[in-house]
């Protein structure tokens, strides 16, 4: 953002009514993507099954208990370890397991236990499923169990790797032809690719769909986040951008609502991608930010946005792009004279973010916690319906817990510190995933307190790391730096599912991975320089130098005259 940004802000206010109207409109949407990200919870749950048998049944046996038909046995059924005994009318007897079956050769008597010989068979029939929860999923619908298990559980990671593309694509979109166009596209891609979802006839089409509902969704909350940004001034530019994510956050509650009330996977996934077709409606009515039409050279379009902010916060005397031009024009030759020449033609690459030890392991330690935070984010979110109990309410209340914790985020780096905040919410995160080895499995509440204090934290440190990020290196390779670390919390966002996986493998696994990431990140972080109350850095000499040290990286730049946080626009994904 440019250098004038802070004057326009002085003259038509940093959170006016304009503001506001936009601000909410285009955060209302960020609705879609919490309910987007995290559908999967429910659409692809694999409910209890076993193979399906060739004749008509006349008894069931199970375990413990009998019946007439396979439906009454579902709510006694403990184990996915024990059969089910049928027979059937022609007084055949059939062992069925949830991936292969066994008929009885001796028939006579309708015992659980047998000793006789039996002939195995495989599916061929297909699959019984429990519908007393769940009507239809997409598990049940394309047969994703046994063999074809790996299928169902691609289904996430392959949207979240959707996510990453569409966060490069569109950013990059953004900057060359806007961001009210991106905004209206991926805006509505949601909703027709929300739809189409539920109107796929197998389960690739299902796929590819997700995957292009994943990209817009990620572009649109990029995007967003820039465009409030850009019409945010800077004294409460810190709380509108941190709350950005809070209406995510009410997406994963809307998922939990929505799942407990329809439980047909095609009907479910209609009413979640309609639940923000008001904004696609009006979406249209939001105008272009005055600084892209400025850096297009747009200067008439820009003045008409700024007399529009004008009239709605009731400025009688908007200043004028001339003015604003003017200065930046000034700012412009400042920067092109004397030593200052070097380091506006010198360009940056990834590498600069390991000139030297020091700035390298500030760089590891950043990139640590972005992927930390994310795959901390997902765990929790995707394993809230493993943890016993109403699996709908762990949800809502895993979505509701992040609220709080973004205004924690924002009053402890203000009052704190941004270190001081991190650290011991890293370190509590932590300490949180030990101690939920140890509680017993039968402590249903308790493990659910948990688990939503381990969200609570790992929330916190994952609102305030964009922010601090952006502190922490110097304006040439600001932007670079948070883009980065930005990739790497989508790499965490892949890899969360697969760690979800590992429950299979050992009941706490996830926890014990996220628990030792953010051990380790913690006690990184603990080497970090604090930024609170400090001006931000120009070059990279200066940014060393605020971690104590003196030594220089190669390729030495001059001090440039200190900006602002709040001049640029950084962006964050989830």
């Keep these: 953002m440019a250098p004038s940004s802070e004057r326009l802000f002085d003259s038509l206010g940093h959170f006016g009514r304009f503001q506001a109207f936009v601000y909410f409109a285009s955060v209302f949407q960020a609705m879609s993507c919490g309910i987007h990200y995290l559908a999967s919870v429910f659409m692809a749950v694999t409910p209890n099954f076993v193979c399906d048998i ?12 009998s019946g007439s038909s396979i439906e009454d046995i579902w709510t006694l059924w403990t184990s996915t370890e024990n059969y089910i005994v049928v027979q059937l009318e022609n007084g055949e007897t059939w062992e069925l397991n949830q991936c ?3 008929k009885r050769e001796v028939s006579s008597n309708l015992t659980y236990e047998y000793e006789g010989n039996k002939s195995e068979f495989s599916c061929s029939d297909g699959f019984l499923y429990d519908h007393t929860k769940w009507k239809s999923t997409i598990v049940t619908e394309w047969g994703l169990v046994c063999d074809r298990e790996w299928l169902a559980k691609l289904i996430q990671p392959t949207f979240m790797l959707g996510v990453l593309i569409g966060a490069v694509i569109f950013g990059d979109i953004a900057d060359r032809m ?4 991106v905004i209206w596209f991926t805006s509505a891609g949601q909703f027709v690719f929300g739809l189409a979802v539920a109107f796929t006839f197998d389960y690739y089409s299902f796929v590819v769909v997700r995957f292009l509902l994943a990209m817009v969704s990620s572009g649109y909350l990029v995007v967003a986040f820039v465009y409030v940004t850009e019409f945010v001034g800077t004294k409460a530019r810190t709380w509108a951008s941190m709350h950005v994510h809070a209406f995510f956050a009410v997406g994963v509650m809307v998922v939990a609502l929505m799942g407990f009330l329809v439980r047909t996977w095609w009907v479910y996934q209609i009413f979640l991608s309609i639940t923000t077709l008001p904004f696609v409606l009006c979406c249209w009515m939001l105008p272009e930010t005055p600084f892209w039409l400025l850096s297009e050279e747009r200067y008439e379009d820009a003045q008409k946005v700024i007399n529009i902010m004008a009239r709605w916060n009731q400025v009688s005397t908007p200043c004028k792009i001339s003015e604003l031009c003017s200065v930046q024009q000034d700012n412009l030759v400042s920067d092109r004279t004397g030593d200052n020449d070097v380091s506006s033609t010198k360009k940056h690459n990834i590498l600069d973010l390991f000139c030297n030890w020091h700035i390298a392991r500030r760089t590891i330690t950043v990139w640590l916690v972005w992927f930390t935070g994310s795959l901390g984010y997902y765990v929790f979110s995707l394993s809230s319906v493993n943890l ?14 992040e609220l709080p914790s973004y205004v924690i985020a924002c009053i402890g780096m203000d009052k704190l510190g941004r270190r001081n905040t991190l650290i011991p919410f890293l370190l509590s995160s932590a300490l949180i995933c030990v101690l939920i080895m140890f509680i017993p499995q039968d402590f249903n509440i308790l493990i659910i307190l948990a688990n939503m204090a381990g969200k609570f934290s790992i929330g916190v440190a994952f609102g305030l790391i964009y922010l601090y990020t952006a502190e922490l290196y110097p304006t040439i390779v600001r932007s670079l730096a948070v883009g980065s670390g930005s990739m ?5 966002s892949v890899v969360a599912p697969f760690c979800v996986y590992l429950r299979s493998v050992w009941i706490f696994m996830p926890l014990l991975l996220v628990g ?15 930024t609170l109350g400090k001006p931000l850095t120009n070059t ?4 060393t130098e605020m971690g104590r040290n003196k030594e220089s990286c190669s390729g030495k730049t001059p001090p440039e005259k200190i900006e602002m946080f709040g001049q640029e626009t950084v962006s964050i994904e989830k």
């Design 516 to 530: 030792i990431m953010a051990l380790l990140s913690g006690i990184l972080t603990i080497m970090l320089p604090e």
């Design 488 to 492: 790497m919390c989508r790499v965490g």
């Design 54 to 65: 060739p004749g008509n049944v006349s008894s069931v046996l199970s375990y413990n208990s």
């Design 540 to 543: 990279l000499v200066e940014a």
């Design 100 to 102: 292969s079956r066994s």
């Design 388 to 401: 016993g109990g109403n699996e709908y309410l762990n949800l809502f209340l895993i979505g509701a817990v």
């Design 178 to 181: 806007g961001r009210r166009r």
